[in-house]
């Protein structure tokens, strides 16, 4: 059973530009989370989707960023006209919630660098 | 809001214990956890506890939680250097029900042979 998959694991991106992170789940887990981890810090939550529903984006920013979990295919976190304080390292998390245990398995991360 | 704190660095010496604290805020959290993240990967669910726990041990893990001083900590036993890592506390928001977690900042343990 393969883990939680993110591509790329590397994004560089010029000021203006678009970036776009793609998140596969662990098999037979609807429930994903994105987090953002800033250089020396720890990840802070961004947005929690279900198939075909945003559940909570209450950590996105307001502007510029989306994210979407189609029903077919792998979740995306989309920066628009990217800022070089979006450089960071963009996690996702996939749970299976079949009980109150909220356990999330981690992707490897995608490092987004923005010059 | 919620807030997890943790101290920023912890060094020690191979074969010795290691324990790595932690304090929350939130005190309906349900579960408390802790993750290990190695340079450049994600992050691994090393162990949980619930929140009506005092203790956990899981191997070399230990997990003890006060929930009183909303105290958490993790006691490594017989640390090696593979231990080698930043350690994250991380508490799930009560307050929204979605399962999102609240992370600390991270304590990097440094394990000298």
């Known amino acids: 059973n393969a883990g939680v998959m993110q591509n790329p694991r590397h994004l560089v991106r010029r000021r203006g530009q678009e970036a776009r992170l793609r998140c596969s789940p662990m098999?037979?887990?609807?429930?994903v989370y994105w987090y953002r981890q800033l250089p020396e810090e720890g990840l802070k939550f961004m947005v929690y989707l279900q198939k075909e529903n945003i559940i909570d984006e209450s950590g996105m920013p307001k502007e510029r960023f989306s994210a979407e979990f189609p029903k077919e295919g792998p979740s995306i976190l989309r920066i628009q006209q990217v800022v070089r304080g979006d450089s960071a390292a963009y996690f996702c998390?996939?749970?299976?919630?079949?009980?109150?245990?909220?356990?999330?398995?981690f992707g490897p991360g995608t490092r987004l660098t923005v010059t | 809001g919620e807030d997890v704190e943790q101290s920023l660095f912890l060094s020690v010496r191979e074969g010795d214990s290691s324990v790595i604290n932690c304090t929350y805020t939130?005190?309906?959290?349900?579960?408390l956890y802790w993750y290990k993240q190695e340079p450049g990967a994600g992050l691994q669910l090393l162990t949980y506890?619930?929140?009506?726990?005092d203790m956990k041990q899981d191997q070399r893990l230990t997990v003890l939680l006060n929930k009183k001083d909303k105290h958490l900590s993790l006691r490594i036993a017989d640390t090696q250097t593979g231990d080698s890592a930043i350690y994250f506390c991380?508490?799930?928001?009560?307050?929204?029900?979605?399962?999102?977690?609240?992370f600390g900042q991270g304590t990097t343990l440094q394990v000298k042979p």
């Open positions: 998390a996939s749970s299976q919630r079949q009980s109150e245990i909220y356990e999330q398995y």
């Open positions: 939130d005190s309906s959290s349900t579960y």
């Open positions: 991380a508490e799930n928001d009560s307050s929204s029900n979605t399962g999102k977690l609240i």
């Open positions: 098999k037979g887990h609807s429930h």
């Open positions: 506890i619930f929140s009506n726990m």
